[in-house]
């Protein structure tokens, strides 16, 4: 089995939140013409990227407790294997209805990956220490929307958008194995009354009446549903509205997100010298940056790419510092009920990208002004709340 302490287990943990990313973004370049393909509207195919982030969410505050009753390991294995069989009956999808129930059972099922993944960098270490770990992962997670782009975009052009689901299916498949034979528990002491309603009651409830958990689970929602305004949007942006071939598409969204991977590196080598609320100050910063210049330059009529690519890259650079800092000041206080936690961070998250990435697919007019309006205005509510939830309270 892999050391607590060990290079493995941390890329074992990046590759299993990678599995969000490539999950989502290597079908983004066949979303047009999967409309053609199934007869249907943009916002209908957009649904697939909506109720992904609704079964993400769902599945994180299930897997919480789970996890913390019957220990890590089981529950992510039944998670895993949710995952690989429902990515295969996306490859096989036969109508747009079938591919959507798809999608929302891929998510269910892979969003074990990072709520135990969370949890298991809690049951190991603390604070800096935990950051690090997440940035690390980070890292290795990071590189997964820098290259499934571009994967994504030569799959689709070599065999059409079914390649690309069933390559994350194989992906799926070998992690599976791998934790299967090499992941130990990590959570020993396993609370036996963690699914009863009560006690998740009394956990939420708790939680939820902390200024200090809410604080940094807020801003990390808002900087997270920036990235799903972007993904949502950019492939009919790039496409429709710039007139991105397809294959180009991936270059240019790997480019956005490789302010992700740069981020995360930095993080992961400064956060112990600097701390965790200063470099959290400094992602929100560049979340303001990022999003506010997009913003400014779709309503100034700039109609060119790189007011998209440029923006995001600096938007990018602020989630890869602000995830990491923010679920790591979030879940170092409560290490009896870090499953909880994770998932409740989830599912601020994923449930409030779910209901942008909708707006931004209802508003789309033929611009890229809905996608960066959404962006320009989650980075200023994470710096909102920044101010007034987490800054305040260590004053």
Not at 23 to 34: A, G, K, Q
Request: proline share 4%; net charge positive.
């Amino acid at each position: 089995m892999l050391r607590p302490d060990s290079l493995a287990l941390t890329v074992l943990l990046g590759a299993l939140a990678a599995l969000g990313p490539l999950s989502m973004d290597t079908y983004l370049v066949s979303l047009p013409t999967m409309t053609e393909a199934f007869g249907s509207s943009v916002a209908r195919v957009q649904l697939t990227l909506s109720v992904f982030m609704v079964g993400f969410a769902l599945g994180m505050f299930i897997y919480g407790p789970l996890s913390d009753r019957f220990g890590r390991r089981p529950v992510l294995l039944a998670g895993l294997v949710v995952y690989v069989a429902a990515s295969a009956v996306a490859a096989t999808a036969v109508s747009i209805d079938v591919l959507i129930v798809a999608r929302f059972f891929q998510a269910v099922g892979l969003c074990s990956g990072p709520v135990v993944g969370r949890a298991v960098v809690r049951d190991l270490y603390v604070r800096e220490r935990a950051a690090k770990v997440l940035s690390y992962m980070a890292v290795v997670a990071g590189l997964a929307p820098v290259v499934a782009p571009v994967i994504g975009s030569y799959l689709h052009v070599a065999f059409g958008w079914r390649a690309n689901f069933a390559m994350v299916t194989v992906y799926g498949a070998i992690v599976l194995a791998i934790v299967a034979t090499r992941f130990g528990e990590t959570h020993l002491a396993v609370d036996p009354g963690a699914l009863g309603l009560r006690r998740i009651a009394g956990n939420t409830a708790t939680l939820l009446g902390s200024r200090h958990f809410l604080g940094y689970a807020t801003v990390t929602a808002f900087t997270g549903s920036g990235l799903f305004a972007f993904i949502s949007g950019s492939p009919f942006v790039f496409q429709q509205v710039f007139g991105v071939h397809p294959q180009d598409f991936g270059w240019l969204f790997a480019f956005c997100m490789a302010g992700y991977l740069v981020g995360s590196v930095f993080g992961g080598r400064v956060v112990a010298r600097v701390g965790i609320d200063r470099l959290l100050l400094v992602g929100v910063l560049c979340g303001v940056l990022g999003g506010g210049s997009m913003a400014l330059l779709a309503w100034a009529d700039v109609h060119h790419v790189a007011a998209i690519m440029l923006p995001m890259f600096v938007f990018m650079l602020a989630f890869a510092l602000v995830l990491p800092q923010a679920v790591a000041a979030a879940l170092t206080p409560v290490p009896h009920i870090a499953g909880t936690a994770s998932s409740l961070i989830g599912l601020f998250q994923y449930g409030l990208s779910a209901i942008v990435g909708m707006l931004v697919a209802a508003f789309f007019d033929g611009t890229q002004r809905p996608m960066a309006s959404a962006i320009g205005a989650v980075g200023l509510l994470a710096a909102l709340a920044y101010v007034t939830l987490v800054r305040r309270q260590r004053i």
